[in-house]
């Protein structure tokens, strides 16, 4: 494999998107130029976000650079993992079959339902009182 070789991909989730390079290196993530730890503050998150690399066992083979926009923390972790993973089948199309069975080259299509009128969200409505 090329030193300079890259595999990049993009991610969704929610109102979220991500664009990730995967780089042959040593394992360091950097999310919008910041330590993915620091990033993802929660231990849920980072454990997601990782899943695709310890499914594959290549956790400790790239570099991971990701952009990051919208949305919020979850919806962020969602589409930095959807990204990775297809990243990963770029760059070794025989890891397909484990990352879709596991669900991890799908993108999650719930999105947020919109506010009604007359109601106070989505479907939640005033209080009704008969006097």
Known sequence: MD???EFSATGGRKEATAR???RPGSG???VNDRDAASYFKRETLM???LQPLELTGTLDKFNI???VKGGGLSGQAGAVRLAIARALVLYDPSLRKPLKQAGMLTRDP???ERKKYGLV???KAFQF???
């Open 3 to 5: 030193v300079l070789q």
């Open 20 to 22: 990730v390079w995967l």
């Open 28 to 30: 360091t993530f950097i």
């Open 47 to 49: 454990i997601q976000v």
């Open 65 to 67: 650079l990701a952009r």
């Open 110 to 112: 719930r999105e947020k």
């Open 121 to 123: 969200k989505a479907r």
């Open 129 to 131: 009182s008969k006097r």
